[in-house]
């Protein structure tokens, strides 16, 4: 069963920064896409980075210039960089994996992580 597991959220100040972890685990044939989304109190869900299997990169603008996506073989990472109040949000990272060589790829999701920035 495939697992998309997260860490590194918390508190930190205005202008800190934060390093965002997530691992995939299980058993799978192949991860294509992965990225980072994040939903504050009363807003829908956004993407905020993602990277393709090439390491082809996007960004929201809102973040570009401050956070950076990366991605090792079954793990992508986060750093995000002068951080400001309007970052304050739970971030999900998200994986497109192909369980199978047979299966079909499929979004898995993590459980989400508490990015809080204060004034």
């Known amino acids: 069963q495939v697992q998309l597991v997260e860490s590194g959220g918390g508190l930190v100040q205005a202008g800190g920064s934060l390093r965002l972890s997530c691992a995939a685990s299980g058993t799978f044939f192949n991860i294509n896409r992965m990225g980072w989304y994040r939903q504050a109190p009363g807003k829908e869900r956004e993407m905020v980075a993602t990277v393709t299997s090439g390491y082809i990169t996007n960004y929201v603008d809102s973040v570009k210039g401050r956070f950076t996506i990366s991605r090792d073989k079954n793990s992508v990472f986060l750093q995000m960089n002068s951080l400001k109040p309007e970052d304050t949000a739970v971030y999900y990272c998200?994986?497109?994996?192909?369980?199978?060589?047979?299966?079909?790829?499929?979004?898995?999701w993590g459980q989400g992580t508490q990015v809080t920035v204060s004034s």
């Open positions: 998200n994986a497109d994996i192909t369980p199978t060589r047979l299966d079909r790829t499929q979004r898995y």
